[in-house]
C-alpha cells in the first residue's frame, strides 16, 4: 500500500500552467510505475501520463508536447507540469501508484478547471 496526496490544482487562464505534485507516503516508493489520471463530469477517467521506475515515460496524444511527468524516488514526490493548457484539460487529476499490476493506490483527486 502506498498513500498519494495531490496537490497544486486550481483555475487557470486557458493557455496557462499548472505544476501538480503527488507526495508518497512510503520510501518503497521507487519501484512502483507511477502515473496521472483525470475525470471530466460525464466521462471515464483516462490516463494522462506514466513514468516508470526507470524513468520511462508515456503520454495520452492529446497531452503531448503539452505536458511533462517526472519524478524524485528519494523525495517520493510525482510532479506533471501541465503547460498551453486548453479547456478541454478540466478534470480531476488523480495520482496513481501501480506495481506490476498486482497492486495500485490512488490519490483523492485534485480539480484543474481552465476556463476563459
Known amino acids: 500500500q502506498v498513500q498519494l496526496v495531490e496537490s497544486g490544482g486550481g483555475l487557470v487562464q486557458p493557455g496557462g500552467s499548472l505544476r501538480l505534485s503527488c507526495a508518497a507516503s512510503?520510501?518503497?516508493?521507487?519501484?512502483?510505475?507511477m502515473g496521472w489520471y483525470r475525470q471530466a463530469p460525464g466521462k471515464q477517467r483516462e490516463l494522462v501520463a506514466t513514468?516508470?521506475?526507470?524513468?520511462?515515460?508515456n503520454y495520452a496524444d492529446s497531452v503531448k508536447g503539452r505536458f511533462t511527468i517526472s519524478r524524485d524516488n528519494a523525495k517520493s514526490t510525482v510532479d506533471l507540469q501541465m503547460n498551453a493548457l486548453k479547456p478541454e484539460d478540466t478534470a480531476v487529476y488523480y495520482c496513481n501508484a501501480d506495481l506490476h499490476g498486482l497492486f495500485r493506490s490512488w490519490g483523492q483527486g485534485t480539480q484543474v478547471t481552465v476556463s476563459s
Open positions: 512510503r520510501n518503497i516508493f521507487s519501484i512502483y510505475t
Open positions: 513514468i516508470t521506475s526507470g524513468g520511462s515515460t
